[in-house]
């Protein structure tokens, strides 16, 4: 059975930093596409950022470019994100993903939350 959980959310101040992690377990994923989401209170979910199997192939929506950093460790079938230069608009439940390629996602996780103050 396939599970990811998310760890590394809470409560930070505006400029702050945060690493979530997130752990896939049940099969490996050397091959997959892994990749970060959220979704504020009242607002749809939205792409945050991927990296493809080969480590080279990242890819970040337009307001955290800059700012958050996707990597992988194949090893430990894990996936960061590192956030820094947080703001309030970051403010949203994070959930990790994977799937066989960068926009198709099979497996998802059950989120950590991630609150910024002013």
């Known amino acids: 059975q396939v599970q990811l959980v998310e760890s590394g959310g809470g409560l930070v101040q505006a400029g702050g930093s945060l690493r979530l992690s997130c752990a896939a377990s049940g099969r490996t994923f050397s091959t997959y596409a892994m990749a970060w989401f959220r979704q504020a209170p009242g607002k749809d979910r939205e792409f945050v950022g991927a990296i493809g199997w080969l480590y080279t192939s990242t890819h970040y929506t337009d307001p955290v470019k800059g700012r958050f950093t996707i990597s992988r460790d194949n090893a430990k079938n894990t996936v960061y994100l590192q956030m820094n230069t947080l703001e309030p608009g970051d403010t949203a439940v994070y959930y990790c993903?994977?799937?066989?390629?960068?926009?198709?996602?099979?497996?998802w996780g059950q989120g950590t939350q991630v609150t910024v103050s002013s």
């Open positions: 993903t994977v799937g066989p390629r960068i926009g198709e996602y099979a497996y």
